[in-house]
């Protein structure tokens, strides 16, 4: 059936490649009469006629691939326009006058000698999961009164830097992130799970070296308590009862692979045997601010080996988090948004620049989880608010000749801090300032859509479309199948997007084939106004009621508004009364 559905998708793609200002029938699927609007949550009223070129200095709207560096979307084999790159903070300026842009410059000359445009991000902190403070350079994490420090760690060696050593392969003792030599492989464990296997061999030696982490600076503030420490989790296996006769040295080098310290040693009558033992946690202070690299070694003698077992292993680094409305650090980084401004602002081969304020550059400060401790340190919603429209004002005057802005721009809008109504605050300042909206989550149909008082996700697209260049962000764990893709693109052209930013699989992976039609389709349509566009259509549709998403386990797998009038968001546990306001009717262009 799945194959079906997706033959039918492709047909479809292929009328509309050869007509348009035509009705397109619904997706395929089940479907089903959503609840009786409420009017905050009809289809918006179409916005002023007179839509003047919101692409202020970029000729090349369309869809921008996201690339890492390393990774080619040739344009003349699928419908791109661009490549879009993040780049932190930390790696454009290494200290308060010395810049470094040639990764940033040889990028961006590449792209445009393959046909591509390009697109630049800038971030500054990325948060608990995704590389933490490291984006932002040590020299500014060492001025005073630019951070705040919290009591929480977060583990440098969590997801894919393997220190449970998950990502291993039995057959060959392979283990992601760690390089091996001799004796040691990555194997299942005596707990059952996948763990390093040291040692075991009669005058054997084996070790595992983790790869390269920079870990950053930590600020002056923070005198007292572990800046950085190491746990993991030990097990002995041995018959050898001679005192000390096998060892593993758990060992720090440096980013070259030189010694540092050897921080613990085990051995084979150190520790009580055949159980699994919690080691630390073991400080590692001194060796902040410089890029690491973590050693296990072991050395067997000629007899009767002994086997170490190491499992979960976590480097665990101090939580900080910028403190963005601070002089010293709004000083600091509006030194380097101008010197990136000069850098970038007449470069033609750059079409946007997507604005770093807060958490992955988004205009919120920091995971949820952590706002308490920006609260306590003085952040409130109305300060966030100034703070993020300083922001923009800095990234303004950096791309702006004569007070005439020389690149696109855009505030990447989607989440705030405490309380809806700042995103409308942010990004009305933005737009009435010439500087685009970025909604980084583009889906086939979305809850929390429109409302009245302009607080919804796509209110301020639907306000300011006609004035500022609009853009969207997708990737395939949000777009989980072609139909997804099918509807997500006439979403977005229904809100006249001039930009949208994809994750280069949709089009190269396993969806790619029955992907690249739709893009195809759209590509004519992207950055046009009422005056350059080749065509006009409607495509049929409804409000799908429940809501179904594929992404994001935090979030509900389906969203469902009662026919009785009473919304309600199910979630694995049962149900929570909200209001959803959803985009009722047709996607129109």
């Known amino acids: ?99 470094n842009w040639t990764a940033l410059d040889g990028w961006i000359n590449d792209r445009f000698s393959r046909g591509l445009s390009t697109g630049v991000f800038i971030s500054t902190y990325d948060g608990r999961y995704d590389g933490d ?55 299942l464990a ?44 030990l097990y002995v296996q041995t018959a050898d009862v001679t005192s000390d006769a096998d060892r593993l040295f758990v060992e720090l080098l440096d980013g070259g692979g030189n010694l540092l310290a050897s921080v613990a040693t085990h051995s084979n009558t150190s520790h009580t045997t055949g159980t699994w033992l919690n080691i630390g946690p ?27 077992w190491v499992d979960d292993v976590e480097l665990r680094v101090r939580l900080i988090i910028p403190k963005y409305w601070a002089t010293p650090y709004k000083n600091l980084y509006r030194q380097f948004v101008t010197a990136l401004g000069n850098q970038l602002k007449n470069n033609s081969k750059v079409d946007f620049v997507a604005i770093g304020t807060g958490l992955h550059g988004e205009t919120q400060p920091c995971d949820t989880e952590h706002q308490v401790y920006l609260e306590a340190a003085g952040l409130t919603s109305n300060l966030w608010v100034s703070t993020a429209n300083e922001i923009t004002d800095m990234y303004k005057t950096a791309f702006s000749t004569s007070g005439q802005l020389k690149k696109n721009l855009l505030l990447q809008y989607a989440p705030y801090f405490k309380f809806a109504w700042e995103r409308e605050a942010m990004s009305r300042y933005a737009a009435e300032n010439g500087v685009g909206l970025s909604y980084n989550g583009l889906l086939p149909d979305w809850v929390g859509a429109y409302r009245s008082d302009g607080t919804a996700s796509y209110d301020p697209i639907r306000k300011y479309w006609n004035i500022v260049p609009i853009a969207w962000e997708t990737y395939t764990y949000m777009l989980c199948t072609p139909v997804f893709t ?6 977005a052209l229904d809100k006249h997007a001039d930009y949208v930013r994809i994750g280069d699989d949709l089009l190269t992976g396993p969806q790619g084939n029955f992907n690249k039609p739709f893009f195809e389709w759209a590509k004519k349509y992207w950055g046009v106004t009422g005056q350059t566009t080749p065509g006009a259509w409607v495509v049929m549709r409804e409000h799908r009621n429940p809501t179904p998403y594929c992404h994001a386990s935090s979030y509900p797998t389906y969203v469902f508004q009662g026919s009785d009038g009473r919304p309600y968001i199910y979630v694995p546990s049962g149900s929570v009364q909200g209001s959803t306001y959803p985009q009722f009717g047709n996607y129109s262009f």
């Open 486 to 491: 099918y509807w997500s693109i006439f979403s």
């Open 282 to 308: 073991l400080d590692l202070s001194p060796w902040v601010g410089r890029q690491l690299r973590l050693r296990l070694r072991a050395e067997n003698n000629a007899t009767t080996p002994t086997t170490f």
């Open 1 to 99: 059936m799945r194959k079906r559905h997706l033959t039918i998708l492709a047909v479809i793609s292929a009328a509309i490649l050869l007509v348009t200002g035509v009705a397109v029938g619904a997706a395929p699927g089940t479907t089903q009469i959503a609840a009786a609007p409420s009017p905050a949550a009809r289809q918006p009223a179409p916005a002023p006629e007179a839509a003047p070129d919101r692409l202020v200095a970029g000729q090349n709207p369309g869809v921008y691939y996201l690339d890492y560096g390393g990774t080619i979307v040739d344009p003349n084999q699928y419908p791109v326009k661009g490549a879009l790159r993040f780049f932190g903070w930390s790696t454009l300026q290494t200290e308060p006058n010395a810049y």
């Open 190 to 233: 005596p707990n059952g799970s996948y763990a390093a296997k040291l040692g075991g061999v009669e005058g054997g030696v084996g070790s595992i070296t983790h790869w390269v982490v920079r870990v950053p600076a930590m600020p002056p503030e923070l005198t007292s308590g572990t800046k950085m420490e190491l746990r993991y989790r």
């Open 133 to 187: 403070i490291r984006s932002t350079p040590d020299f500014v994490i060492q001025t005073p009164g630019t951070m705040v420090v919290t009591p929480e760690y977060i583990n440098y060696y969590q997801y894919s830097q393997n220190g449970n050593f998950e990502i291993s392969t039995p057959v060959h003792g392979y283990l992601y992130a760690w390089d091996k030599q001799g004796d040691a492989s990555g194997e």
